[in-house]
């Protein structure tokens, strides 16, 4: 056996070991006699997410992975886990003090899940900062050259080094906080690295306290060596060690970091708001300053500040976390964003699909319009091109003399955005551009609300989402005037308008000028922008008014078919699986014997495979170097599939409390297409879990001489194919 062949012999075996995951609680025993309601037959939402993240984290230890790519995956991990911690954490922590007492699907109180809640989260810290200093730290040094220092490593001239450094670009932003009766302590704002000083003066008995905030400015990390080989040096290590020069005439008795985290669960009545505008900018104020529900710190803090850390942030025992190693690792992007490409996955560039390609100086190759009139296309990103498709049907329409409206939708969307840019151009050059800038959308309302004052500025007819209701279905209407009198021309997406995570994000979106497609979008707008809720659509299933029931009817279809057909079967691709009605129809369907595959990224209140009930069901995830974001729905339909595409998992708050857009793929080879995709995502043993039924996931791994499937790699390659590429992948 060749050396080579030993090593992938080993890592299978390591992986075997490492790579099931025991769930974060074992679920209930289901009885025969249970219905439909019973808290048995679902996993619990809170510890179903923490498992999607431990599943995220599993990539940081498959040593398959290239090393900087697992370094990225234990940065994303760690910003995943801030993100539970503020809003999951802290919703559950507002019901509990509210005295809720109605039971989760599962039949936990929030108190019980929060306790449950922190044992995983606890234990998912612990474990990550062991992996980062055990592991990935020594491989980063022996195989990288790129080494993590601690201070006393420093030579002379390089401790000298860093307190030049200190004095020019460090001491000048520091903003040293004292905490006496004349000094109230400090109000710490969310997510930052503070460092907690306790000091004497030399003259007098007495301990002081203050609190210095590391700067984010300049980055994470010093770099003492850059080039063949790197050693960085964590930034609050060099202020930690300079400390003195802010407190001269004192004597430093100890220095510990710490940092917090709030509740981003802040609410408004959205029904009392006169400016919605207003209430969004009251409430980031208020989640950057909202109440703490995690205070991390390190493992060898004296009582004394943590006792008073506890006190001061109005904490309990259970709201701390002591870190023995690095805090806040989703800092490790830095050090993933390095370029060092031989660690790192081979870089992917987009192709541009066939029909968007341009020729020659032919007037039909270079119009975005004339491609749309020959058929429906769809793109599917990061294997097709945003840029050369998408962003290209905005900039083309902004500057089309025939193009005399623009309406869009915007969810997120990127910094510097050519989206953005381009609506503005076109409403500065005359034509009428309508825009929905959705400013709830969770941690990116800063951005929004600059965006849409941009875009006001420039012109543009800028709406800020319906009352009670966040707009998330992602839809571009572009009216042209033709020889034969106006044409409405559509993209409608799984994804956002971004074009920095369209390279990372798989995304599917269709364009096209069928007229009764145009119609339906022009009708949603009119609801969007308009006092005008009762619309009714061809094609469209538009939620909250018309989705669920729509799937709900689907399933049923489905049941009936089966029962007539024996040939029922369902697959669904999406995001999560959280909603309590649509898992009822899809358990429905399986005990009618309807086969169901589910292909679910992140978290599921369905537990599949139970016998009498779930039994016909099995889900997957795909998690890799994409983050698997689009929505897929296939129906059999006695062998004449229906296929839908759009911007909604079935989670309760995308088909109750959002405006989304569900669209059928009508052509064949377009709905051809979508199956492939659907296939090769059901076969692949690379990336994907399977879920058990008692709550267990685990990673495929090829059988011995079993042909590798790895869905990214598979779709990489057929993207190629279709342009005549033969780039090297891996």
Known sequence: MTKKAE?????????????????SVEPQEVSKESDLNHPSLYFNHELSWMDFNWRVFCQALDPRTPVLERVRFIAITANNLDEFIQKRVGGLKRQQAAG?????????????????????ALRMTNMMTRVWEKELVPILKNKVHLEICEYDDLTASEKANAKKYFHEHIYPILTPLAVDPGHPFPLISNLSLSLAIEMKHPLEDSTHFARVKVPASHGRFYFLEKGKNYRLLPIEQIILNNIHELF?????????????TRNADVRRDEEEAEDLLGMISEELRERRFAPVVRLEVVKDMSDNVLNLLIRELDL???????????????????????????????????VIAKPFVQTGDSKENQDIFSIIRRGDELVYHPYDSFTATVQRFVEDAASDPKVIAIKQTLYRTSKGSPIVKALMKAAESGKQVAVLVEVKARFDEA?????????????????????????????TLVVREEAD?????????????HAQTARLYTDIGLFTCNKEFGEDLVNLFHYLTGHAPDQSYKHFIVAPTYMRNKFYELIEKEIESHKKNNNGRIICKMNALDDVGM?????????????????IRGHTRMRPGLANYSENIRIISIIGRFLEHDRIFYFHNNDRPTVFIGSADWRRRNLNDRVEAIIPILQPRLRNRLIYVLEQALTDNRLAWDLHSDGRYTLRIPQPKERKKSFHKILMKRAMRRTGSRRELY
């Open 7 to 23: 090593k992938k012999d080993k890592d299978l075996d390591y992986i075997r070991d490492r790579m099931t995951f025991i769930p």
């Open 447 to 475: 951005k929004n609300i600059e965006f849409g004052q941009m875009l006001e500025n420039a012109g543009v007819h800028v709406t800020y989402g319906l009352v009670g209701l966040k707009t998330h279905c992602k839809v």
């Open 583 to 599: 898992i009822k129809w899809l358990y429905l369907a399986s005990q009618a014997g309807v086969k169901i595959d589910l292909i």
């Open 485 to 497: 009198g106006p044409h409405a021309y559509c993209h409608i997406g799984t994804g956002n308008y």
């Open 100 to 120: 809720v007492t109605k039971l989760s699907p599962d039949g936990r109180t929030p108190t019980e899940q929060l306790v449950l809640v922190r044992d995983t």
């Open 316 to 350: 309990e025992e259970d709201d701390i976390y002591q870190v023995d190693g690095l805090l806040d690792l989703s800092d490790c992007f830095e050090i993933a964003d390095l370029n060092i490409p031989s660690f790192t996955y081979k870089p992917w560039e987009p």
């Open 248 to 260: 001269k005439g004192m004597e430093i008795e100890s220095i510990y970091p710490f940092r917090i």
